[in-house]
């Protein structure tokens, strides 16, 4: 077993990790932990942009405003100040860091309008912000000479102490190349590990979203919350013939003037909400499942035909390329859509800088519960929490000098990497499981719930542990179980969260059981 020491410690090179590590890597040494290429993240397929109230007649206060009523009154409203006010600081940090947003003909930003704002408030780089930002942060890391930059490694369990106040010291990896282990020692370790998408059948989220970050936290005693609240986007590309990865139709499009309508070519939204198809993403969703239940059609449409020639491939190329690759011209065809997994409001509770109820751990971006999305996130949001919280807490961290335990190894979970075998007999049942689960969630705990289905799921979830339970001893674990094991302990606190709050509220929806048998 090999270790090794660094100051701090990132898994994740999303904006959140890279935020961080370019900001603390002023105070010392920095591994940054990629459990695929360090531009693989869910960061490169964010399309739409940061909101940052730039200029009159926006403000801050209108800003936080949108942001609170998105988040139905259960956002940690100093939590959205502070975020709020730093926006227009993080978006000029991000271009210091080579990030050209669009501009206007008279030089400003020019700013998008997405679903629950009430400006215009977006800052983009056309429909591929995400990527760009993505690529900016990762030749600034790849530049400094404080960061090392660790590709192929799954983080597979936190270093703590318990003796006494608990505290996070380290953590161990597993490269996925040749299945050696490592443990990494830090005075900080920062998890922006990103969400748990992989959690369902339909997701936005790339493969690697299996929720490890969270799951090892949780293993680890962290304190976790609003797991009930996850976030549907309803407008990923529909393909009859499923692809590796699910393809997001930003909502910026519909911003743009695009909209949705039924296979008539009917629009529909204002029905559901005065903002048409521009209302909260939680409500769109729930309005386009329940119109393709009633239709019994397995998608809905986007309409963009009306919207002035060329506009969509000049504002949205990257979404322009896609839609004509799947066989569909925006000019002339209507785009069809489906709703899927997006983004996970709920994560480890964090403070302000960051920190977790473990000392030594810290959580920012989508693994992080800051509060800020309450109970259902407003539209470019996410990235702009990733730059806000990774500077606090990079600036807290910095200040932190050592952690007491910082040469005393925990061997707690050694058990987890010293049993790697040959597990290519087990494979194929651990994918099985893995899509029963995705399935399970994804019938039973997605976009419509009802209490009776969550507590089938659970009963479930816990059937399917056993079942890796006993492929893992026969063989040990390998990176997929351990990721499988991830899954289920997310799906466990998605489904205890949904079942201790039987009201509807933002992304968590439930109907009673009569409700939903009517509807079926």
């Known amino acids: 077993m090999k270790s090794l020491y660094y100051d701090y410690v990132v898994l994740g090179s999303g904006i959140a990790g890279l935020t961080f590590a370019l900001k603390v890597a002023e105070a010392g040494t920095v591994a940054v932990v990629c459990k695929s290429s360090i531009g693989h993240t869910n960061t490169s397929f964010a399309q739409g942009g940061i909101a940052a109230a730039l200029r009159l007649p926006d403000s801050d206060c209108q800003h936080v405003q949108d942001t609170l009523v998105a988040g139905a009154g259960l956002c940690n409203e100093e939590a959205v100040r502070f975020m709020a006010a730093q926006a227009p600081a993080a978006i000029e940090w991000l271009q210091q860091k080579g990030v050209c947003f669009d501009k206007t003909a008279g030089g400003e930003e020019a700013l998008g309008l997405e679903g629950g704002h009430s400006r215009h408030r977006i800052v983009h780089v056309k429909d591929h912000t995400g990527l760009s930002v993505q690529e900016a942060l990762v030749q600034e890391a790849r530049q400094h000479p404080a960061i090392t930059v660790l590709e192929n490694c799954m983080a597979a369990e936190l270093l703590v102490n318990t003796a006494g106040e608990t505290i996070c010291h380290g953590v161990s990896l597993i490269h996925l190349k040749d299945d050696t282990t490592l443990h990494l020692e830090a005075k900080a370790v920062v998890l922006a590990t990103g969400g748990s998408g992989q959690v369902f059948r339909h997701t936005t989220n790339p493969a690697i979203a299996t929720g490890d970050g969270l799951a090892m936290a949780a293993r680890a005693g962290a304190d976790i919350g609003n797991m009930e609240f996850f976030q549907f986007h309803p407008t990923a590309l529909y393909e009859p013939a499923p692809q ?233 674990f390998s990176p997929s179980i351990l990721e499988l094991y991830n899954l289920l302990l997310v799906a466990q606190l998605i489904l205890n969260a949904c079942l201790l709050r039987p009201g509807s509220i933002g992304g968590h929806y439930v109907v009673h059981e009569t409700e939903a048998a009517l509807a079926g």
């Open 244 to 476: 590796q990865e699910t393809f997001l139709i930003s909502e910026a499009v519909r911003g743009a003037g695009a909209e949705l309508v039924l296979p008539s070519g009917e629009r529909f939204m204002h029905e559901y909400h005065p903002l048409g198809s521009l209302a909260p993403r939680d409500i769109v969703a729930r309005a386009v499942l329940s119109e393709m239940k009633r239709l019994e059609h397995p998608c809905l449409y986007l309409d963009a035909r009306h919207l002035p020639a060329r506009l969509l491939e000049r504002q949205f190329p990257v979404i322009y390329d896609r839609c004509r690759k799947a066989g569909f011209l925006p000019e002339t065809d209507l785009i069809p859509v489906v709703p899927a997994a997006h983004y996970q409001c709920g994560g480890v509770q964090t403070d302000l800088q960051g920190s977790t109820s473990l000392r030594g751990l810290y959580a920012i971006g989508e693994v992080a519960c800051t509060g800020v999305h309450g109970a259902n996130r407003l539209a470019s949001n996410s990235l702009l929490e990733g730059v806000v919280f990774a500077i606090s807490a990079a600036t807290h961290a910095a200040q932190v000098t050592s952690v007491p335990v910082t040469k005393l190894v925990d061997r707690t979970f050694d058990h987890i990497l010293f049993s790697l075998t040959d597990t290519t007999v087990v494979e194929p049942q651990v994918r099985a499981l893995k899509q029963k689960l995705q399935a399970l969630m994804w019938e039973h705990a997605s976009i419509i719930r009802n209490m009776e289905n969550l507590r089938q799921a659970k009963t479930e979830v816990a059937s399917l542990k056993k079942q890796l339970d006993c492929a893992r001893a026969k063989v040990g």
